[in-house]
């Protein structure tokens, strides 16, 4: 799935080549009319997360969420698509650009007050790819989830708490500071908490503007401390990373066995 720097990066394409110029072309295949008319203008696009927002100027709002499978393309007119036309959900088109969404199992229309109501939207936390995040709050509502507590690894995934980590940052970012995944948020202090997610936003944002996703730099342009490396040697001790499941969605989480301790194994 993409997380929270993809989202920012595709948001930041979007409004370079759609914004503030009239639309000639709005295929939205599978929503409801009646549909923006060719000369209606993007006056913003707004990433909340894993969310992303067109903000129209007929005071609607093109809202997509990609999850596994989304992706947003753009190509110049008379450009040959590289997916398949039936796969489109949106297209929306310049003089000079086409933007196609193609299978994202999320693509929806709202005026302001459905944004508003949007129960997913009204539910996220602090963004963390925000240089003004609010961690203190993402902190208040780690401390507020009710027992039994999840684990950190179960947690830093909950975009409740705070959006845009996945799963690539959530490893990496519990490598750094030494975390089992499998630890129960109520064995980590506010303080700790309060740094982790900090360090998951500052992870984030490092990636923002870049190409290639990178969180051990040191090691080379899209080197990662743990994740996706199973099997391979650990970049600080050497030691085999270890690949498991863990929550109900069965999510892999990587780990270096020796850099962080089982939970069951601290004091």
Known sequence: MPEGDTIHR?????????GDRPLTRIDLPRLPRPHPSPGTRVRRVEARGKHLLLHLDDQRVLHSHLRMTGSWHLYRPGQRWTKPTRAARAVLATEDTVAVCFSAPIVELLDAGAVRRHPSLRALGPDLCDPAVDVEE????LAALPNPPPTIGEALLDQRIACGIG???RCDVLFLHGLDPATSIHRISPAQLRDLLGDAGRLLRANVDGSTRTTAPQAGPGALWVHGRGGQPCRRCGTPIEVSRLGEQARYVYRCPRCQPAAGARG
């Not at 993402?138 to 509502?141: D, K, L, P, S, T």
């Open 167 to 169: 799963n690539v940052y």
């Open 138 to 141: 993402a902190v208040q509502r």
């Open 10 to 18: 595709v948001a930041a394409s979007l409004r370079h080549a759609l």
